[in-house]
């Protein structure tokens, strides 16, 4: 049968379904105050919102082509942050308004991780940078999750005057949702 991190689909859309529907939340149309908000009523969990996002990852990438790679640890990062944020309630303590919120990062933006830093070639891939770029250390910091690369134009579009806006070597070419 197949399944989603150990959940059988149905059990995975069910819950999906749940979160979909209860007082209008719509998880596709969240924007990160309504993600909070879901997390301090109890609505949602970043690990559910981890697992949606991966499962659309999934579903939408092999067309669209937006995103070159997920954080395998992507699930524990979210169960540790739903652990924070239980431990937070009990204590009082106040986290940050992205603590929880999975976020992608272009593929040119450093990460110090089981992810690769490319800019879309291939020249870098399975490479090692020595850090964490300040915008993902900060993203760190306030407890994001980093999902995963984002795709761009190949060297960020540095590579050629006439190559396509957003084709990488790595990605293929992009498509928008939004045209045709």
Do not use: C
Not at 119 to 143: E, F, I, Q, T
Not at 149 to 162: H, I, P, Q, V
Not at 163 to 176: I, K, L, M
Request: proline share 3%; glycine share 8%; charged share 20%.
């Amino acid at each position: 049968m197949a399944s989603v991190h150990g959940y059988s689909l149905f059990q995975f859309f069910s819950v999906i379904f749940l979160i979909t529907s209860a007082n209008g939340f719509s998880i596709k149309e969240a924007t990160v105050h309504d993600l909070q908000l879901a997390f301090k009523r109890n609505q949602l969990t970043s690990k559910q919102l981890v697992e949606f996002y991966l499962k659309q990852i999934q579903i939408q990438n092999p067309v669209l082509k937006g995103v070159l790679e997920v954080n395998p640890d992507a699930v524990a990062e979210a169960e540790r942050a739903d652990k924070e944020r239980k431990k937070a309630k009990e204590t009082g303590y106040l986290l940050s308004g992205l603590h929880g919120i999975p976020i992608l990062v272009k593929d040119n933006i450093a990460s110090k991780d089981k992810l690769n830093t490319t800019a879309g070639s291939y020249a870098l891939l399975g490479s090692v940078v020595p850090r964490d770029a300040g915008v993902v250390a900060r993203l760190r910091k306030a407890g994001a999750i980093i999902l995963g690369k984002a795709s761009l134009s190949e060297w960020s579009y540095f590579r050629s005057n006439g190559a396509p806006s957003g084709w990488s070597a790595r990605g293929g070419q992009e498509r928008s949702i939004y045209i045709g």
